[in-house]
Nanobody, 114 residues
Framework: VQLQASGGGLVQAGGSLRLSCAAS??????MGWYRQAPGKQREWVAT???????DYANHAKGRFTISRDYAKNTLTLQMDSLAPEDTAVYYC???????????WGQGTQVTVSS
């Protein structure tokens, strides 16, 4: 099982980025995005369930959109109106149906300049 996150980069405040996560080796129930800023604990960003229901952390509501392509087994996070406090390493995760075990991608760096 492998999750490969991509799409991070450097963007100015107010800009947008689109993160992608390619999953392989399993079928996942819920999938999500988390982030970890320097010196801080990893925090939850958004989750999408197997039936497409979405949930967002307060800091992501209204600015980020999580989506899935079930056929391609990919996860996406569209991030708009980015702010410097969104700077972090973003990780995708997926809970495999067969084992109910959660798997993590390697992370992709997002840096927002002011």
């Amino acid at each position: 099982v492998q999750l490969q996150a991509s799409g991070g980069g450097l963007v100015q405040a107010g800009g947008s980025l689109r993160l992608s996560c390619a999953a392989s080796g399993g079928i996942f129930s819920s999938m999500g995005w988390y982030r970890q800023a320097p010196g801080k604990q990893r925090e939850w960003v958004a989750t999408i369930s197997s039936d497409g229901a979405t949930d967002y952390a307060n800091h992501a509501k209204g600015r980020f959109t999580i989506s899935r392509d079930y056929a391609k087994n990919t996860l996406t996070l569209q991030m708009d109106s980015l702010a410097p406090e969104d700077t972090a390493v973003y990780y995708c995760s997926g809970r495999r149906i067969v084992t109910n075990r959660e798997y993590w991608g390697q992370g992709t760096q997002v840096t927002v300049s002011s």
